[in-house]
């Protein structure tokens, strides 16, 4: 229980954040030597939007324009967006490098305490990652019609026998997420396809 000078103030931080016009919650405010720390709690639209910024990288380099940001305790621990076609590697999505980049960073496989914010719902490599890695909660964008696994063209809430089930929300910045996609789809139907050739071995 905080004491009455510190409830006093908190109030009057609370207060002057409303009068400036603060739309975030103060998450929390601990204190340490008589100095406190104010935490701004951000939402998930927040952090979808750096999900977004991850996909704008993808696009500007020509790779298909999906972006990832884990969280763990309300702060971005790793990014991600994909590289399939920089590194020539089928498995590099957005979500299995910022993934990869959480277990690195955590030294820990098991991912159980973090969410992960992904532009297009995941993949059936992605989510099969995303339940083995154990990620607490999952929100993505916009559906993918065509290779959606987390509930498009498979339904991983009704699998029961799944040894983890993360949390599933969706259609958070869904317009902004569909529309990045549908715009470089766009583009990439002007231009001459590639030479499938370029891909067979020499």
């Not at 993949?123 to 559906?143: P, S």
């Not at 599933?168 to 583009?187: D, K, W």
Request: with cysteine; charged share 25%; net charge positive.
């Amino acid at each position: 229980m905080p004491r009455p000078y510190e409830s006093s103030i908190i109030t009057a931080v609370q207060q002057a954040c409303t009068e400036l016009g603060q739309d975030r919650k103060i998450a929390a405010i601990g204190t340490s030597a008589c100095v406190y720390r104010f935490i701004v709690m951000k939402t998930h639209e927040d952090f979808m939007r750096l999900a977004l910024k991850e996909a704008e990288k993808a696009r500007k380099i020509d790779e298909v324009p999906v972006g990832c940001v884990i969280v763990r305790d309300g702060k971005v621990i790793a990014r991600g967006h994909n590289l399939k076609e920089k590194r020539m590697q089928a498995n590099a999505h957005a979500e299995m490098i910022a993934i990869q980049k959480a277990a690195k960073k955590l030294n820990n496989w098991c991912l159980d305490d973090c969410d992960l914010y992904v532009t297009l719902e995941p993949c059936m490599m992605c989510t099969g990652a995303i339940i083995l890695y154990r990620i607490r909660n999952l929100y993505y964008g916009t559906t993918d019609p065509k290779g959606g696994c987390t509930d498009t063209l498979i339904q991983i809430k009704q699998i029961r026998h799944l040894n983890h089930h993360p949390n599933v929300t969706s259609g958070i910045l869904q317009p902004e997420c569909a529309q990045i996609l549908t715009s470089f789809f766009r583009e990439k139907r002007k231009k001459p396809k590639k030479d499938k050739s370029q891909f067979q071995s020499q």
